[in-house]
């Protein structure tokens, strides 16, 4: 139901719920043909009174530091709070007048906290101190950021957010999905907030082409998609972009590999094997890539190439390169492929290439078959051999009419190792297998793994237990880590000589 229906307002438009310049064209035209126009300033949302505490004196600078918890507090309330804020929102942006656009300052802080207590004593809604400083946030919130969300985005132990539609907003934390008590006002709340998230950015959502990807200011991901494409409203997916990559003593930590994998790996990244990691979605891939770049060694020029950067290298000699979207005429399109077939031009040591999902495969099987060895790319599968397939598949669509045996052996002789990662039932992520490429025999790609996960069942409590464990098999490319000064002991993948117990 939309805020103003839930209000009772008349339904003539007026002026916007927050003080931003009225959305784009393009979301409007989503929003004239499809959603209720905003609502005009209703009459105040009736707070339940309460013993009035510090009131809205209390209000201190406080509030604007530190993250509001709303997480677990009662949803009527928690809507209520939320029309309650825009109800002031409202008044403070009429009493500022719709023309002006205000900007983050003392100043204007200063002025938005006087306005702020006076229309809250307007309301008559008795407020205790901490539900006054949780108004004040979520007025601050809407008004110079992305409303609802920030909250979400304020919380570090927050990593994924998913608005499945206005009153629906899930959030992962730490591996497990919940169901969060974060609301939109409207569908239409939702649509402006899409809208300041990628306005900065030139980019455009409408009903032609309902989806976009953008980023936060802070480097998060986000991808939104409105009607008619999303049937239940307007969506949106943000990825957190975490502020401390995880390194490899992270993730041996986490139990997400071994002491023994990560030492191969970077044996393997230093010696330039080819390697693509592949897995689900949100199963830690590029988390993963990230790690394996840093294995790069320094003297290294590294060309990364993504749709949306989200790799953080700490290294010195790194030319980061990021694809388009096309412009609003449809033209500028400057795709993955694009860059991988310019990067050839770049003189790089390392490419690195955050997925592949079309045709560019070919371009970076090629690459990584003519001289640049210790090239890196994730893609989209759930079994090494499923990755084997996918590229075939995606060399498929690159436009030549190889046939599939050429293909595959372009796989066999390019790629060295693929790294399984996958998000487990209980949460946690795994790199569940580390597969060598070991050529073709019959018109097959042959692979022979190196490590894997054996998987023993659950805990009562619902966590997985098993054990990462080499298979007892050295991988074939073993003199080419020799010569790279990797003397990896026969322990580290299981081997035994003979009269050694396991
Ligand atoms: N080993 C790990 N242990 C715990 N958390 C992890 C691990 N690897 C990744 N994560 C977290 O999981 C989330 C998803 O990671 P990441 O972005 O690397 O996944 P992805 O497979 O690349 O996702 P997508 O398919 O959307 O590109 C991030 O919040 C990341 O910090
Ligand atoms: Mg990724």
Not at 63 to 68: D, E, G, R, V
Not at 103 to 122: A, H, K, L, W, Y
Not at 205 to 212: E, F, L, Q, S
Request: net charge neutral; glycine share 8%.
């Amino acid at each position: 139901m939309s805020l103003l229906k839930r209000l009772g307002g008349s339904p003539e438009p007026a002026a916007p719920v927050a003080p931003v310049p009225p959305a784009t064209e393009r979301v409007n035209e989503y929003r004239s043909s499809s959603l209720t126009p905003l609502a005009p300033p209703p009459p105040p949302p009736s707070m339940e009174a309460r013993p009035s505490g510090g009131g809205l004196s209390a209000l201190t600078a406080s509030a604007t530091s530190s993250a509001t918890p709303l997480m677990g507090t009662d949803g009527e309330t928690q809507m209520k709070m939320l029309e309650l804020s825009l109800w002031v929102l409202d008044k403070i942006q009429a009493s500022v007048g719709t023309q002006t656009q205000l900007t983050r300052s003392e100043e204007s802080e200063r002025m938005i906290q006087e306005r702020f207590s006076t229309f809250v004593r307007q309301s008559n809604s008795n407020l205790d101190q901490d539900q006054s400083k949780q108004l004040y946030q979520m007025v601050l919130d809407e008004m110079f950021g992305f409303g609802p969300l920030e909250q979400l985005i304020r919380d570090d132990s927050v990593t994924e957010i998913m608005v499945n539609a206005s009153d629906v907003v899930y959030v992962e934390q730490k591996g497990n999905i919940t169901l969060s008590h974060v609301k939109f006002a409207s569908d239409d709340h939702v649509l402006k907030i899409i809208d300041r998230i990628i306005r900065p950015l030139g980019r455009r959502i409408d009903r032609k082409w309902p989806m976009v990807d953008a980023r936060l200011p802070d480097g998060s991901r986000v991808n939104a998609i409105i009607p008619p494409c999303a049937i239940d409203g307007p969506s949106i997916s943000i990825r957190k972009f975490s502020k401390k990559k995880l390194q490899a003593s992270d993730l041996i930590s986490y139990g997400s590999m071994t002491k023994e994998m990560a030492e191969f790996l970077r044996a393997c990244v230093v010696s330039a094997m080819n390697i693509v990691v592949s897995g689900g979605t949100g199963s830690g891939k590029t988390t993963l890539l990230n790690v394996l770049s840093n294995f790069i060694p320094d003297k290294y020029r590294i060309c990364t190439i993504e749709d949306s950067a989200e790799l953080q290298l700490g290294k010195e000699h790194v030319i980061r390169l990021e694809s388009k979207p096309a412009d609003i005429d449809g033209s500028g399109l400057v795709t993955i492929r694009d860059l991988v077939k310019n990067s050839l031009r770049m003189r790089p040591d390392r490419i690195v290439v955050g997925e592949i999902r079309d045709g560019a495969a070919l371009d970076l099987l090629q690459a990584m078959n003519t001289g640049h060895d210790g090239s890196m790319s994730t893609v989209h599968a759930n079994t090494p051999r499923d990755a084997i397939r996918r590229l075939e598949t995606l060399a498929m669509m690159s436009g030549l009419d190889l046939p599939v045996t050429v293909i595959r052996e372009q796989i066999a002789s390019a790629v060295h190792v693929i790294v399984q990662q996958a998000r487990l039932r209980d949460g946690s992520r795994k790199v569940v297998a580390i597969t060598e490429v070991q050529g073709m025999e019959s018109g097959q790609v042959t692979l022979q793994d190196i490590f894997t996960f054996d998987d023993q069942g659950d805990t009562p409590d619902g966590k997985v237990m098993g054990v990462l464990k080499p298979t007892g098999t050295r991988p074939k490319f073993t003199p080419i880590l020799e010569q790279h000064g990797f003397k990896l002991p026969p322990s580290i993948f299981g081997a035994t000589f003979p009269g050694q117990r396991r």
